[in-house]
């Protein structure tokens, strides 16, 4: 069954890859939107609003409701309720039952990832884990960077639900595909809600989740800002920023997919430590090397967006083995998702209030870098940690 079980990963893979796709391509569609159903451009925005909060905040809940025995068909359910709403939303006659739509989407699609990765690592030795998980984050990179542009390439021929569409599809062809290859996963251990809860009162998880919080609210966070640094006058005055942001998801895939082997076999919190150093790094030679030269840049646009992507491959499978004995490592993911999301959005909040300031654009780099420093101390704590050796328990996957 081993070759079933790497299919299925491949299968949850394809599932991530429509996922990134939707998380990002309702931004480019909004122009389209507008005209379609008359309303303004801030209304229109709150379409990516409702699908980041529902897949930010809504995704813990209902993991942590699922029951234990219940984890492939949690899976299968959370993606086929993607898709529908994904199809519903192409379909959608006006814009309040599109919001409410993309909403569904984003608990679907939260829900989806969560599980999905957690599924990988059932199916897969301890020692492929990592491996396993890099593949599910390579997809999810892929479909952002690929798929985005693919899918709004359909819109502006056949018209933006011709997007919406190629996302349901894609997640179609996956659904099936799981449900034919993927093999029944082995129940996690019972628990009530509130024992669930718990998981918030454990230490070592909560330094996971707050290093992976301010690793986003610097990577994320700097990324909504790369164009007015790269138009700058003094840090690079480029005339289309759309080269830097290929790279810098270029480098995101990359990352995802590489850092697998390495995760299997360097211990987690000395991974995260290194890539939170190296994120810093690159974030704080970013204006000078912006400043030097409009190719030289690339090179850290490029090693910051690696480890950006590539930070969450040891992040989730440090969560899966700290709280697998507890049976919420799926739990410990969707509030892992939650905290990227919220990074994001304080980074996007605190980036804009630097800039309303009139401070300098270098100083967006520098703060960027300086949160980055902060979660590598932080992550600190994690390196001292021993953490119990039942933690390290791995069901086997089924044969």
Not at 42 to 70: D, E, M, N
Not at 99 to 124: E, H, N, P, Q, T
Not at 358 to 365: D, E, F, G, I, M
Request: glycine letters at 10%; proline letters at 5%; hydrophobic letters at 55%.
């Amino acid at each position: 069954m081993q070759t079933a079980n790497q299919s299925s990963i491949y299968l949850i893979a394809l599932g991530a890859f429509s996922l990134g796709m939707a998380s990002y391509v309702t931004a480019g569609l909004i122009p389209m939107i507008e005209d379609s159903f008359a309303v303004s451009v801030a209304v229109a925005a709150q379409l990516v609003t409702a699908f980041t909060l529902a897949y930010g905040l809504g995704s813990p809940i209902f993991v942590a409701l699922t029951p234990a025995h219940r984890q492939r068909s949690g899976l299968l359910l959370a993606l086929g309720v993607f898709i529908i709403a994904n199809a519903a939303s192409a379909l959608a006659e006006n814009f309040t039952a599109l919001m409410v739509w993309r909403a569904i989407a984003g608990i679907g699609a939260g829900v989806y990832l969560a599980m999905g990765i957690g599924a990988s690592a059932a199916v897969s030795t301890p020692e492929r884990r990592g491996k396993a998980i890099a593949i599910i984050m390579g997809g999810m990179a892929s479909g952002v960077v690929l798929g985005v542009p693919l899918s709004l390439l359909f819109a502006e021929q056949m018209g933006w639900q011709s997007a919406l569409w190629l996302v349901a599809l894609l997640g179609l062809i996956a659904f099936i595909g799981l449900v034919l290859r993927l093999p029944v996963l082995p129940a996690a251990k019972t628990s009530s809600l509130g024992q669930k809860l718990a998981i918030l009162s454990d230490g070592h998880v909560l330094v996971i989740l707050t290093v992976s919080l301010l690793a986003a609210v610097a990577s994320l966070g700097m990324y909504t800002f790369i164009a007015p640094l790269m138009t700058d006058p003094v840090y690079g005055a480029v005339r289309s920023v759309t080269p830097y942001l290929w790279v810098w998801g270029i480098g995101g895939v990359l990352g995802s997919f590489l850092i697998g082997p390495l995760v299997d076999r360097l211990k987690g919190p000395q991974l995260t430590f290194a890539i939170m150093l190296i994120l810093a790094a690159s974030l704080f030679v970013l204006p000078l090397s912006a400043a030097l030269n409009a190719w030289v840049v690339m090179l850290p646009i490029a090693t910051w967006g690696a480890v950006g992507w590539a930070l969450q491959v040891p992040q989730n499978n440090e969560l899966i083995r700290a709280r697998q004995a507890q049976g919420d490592g799926n739990l410990a993911i969707a509030l892992n998702e939650s905290a990227l999301y919220l990074g994001s959005a304080i980074g996007a909040a605190a980036g804009g209030f630097v800039l309303l300031l009139q401070l300098p654009v270098w100083t967006l780099a520098a703060c960027a870098g300086g949160v980055a420093i902060l979660g590598a101390l932080l992550q600190t704590l994690n390196l001292r940690r021993q953490p119990s050796r039942v933690a390290e328990t791995q069901v086997r996957p089924c044969k």
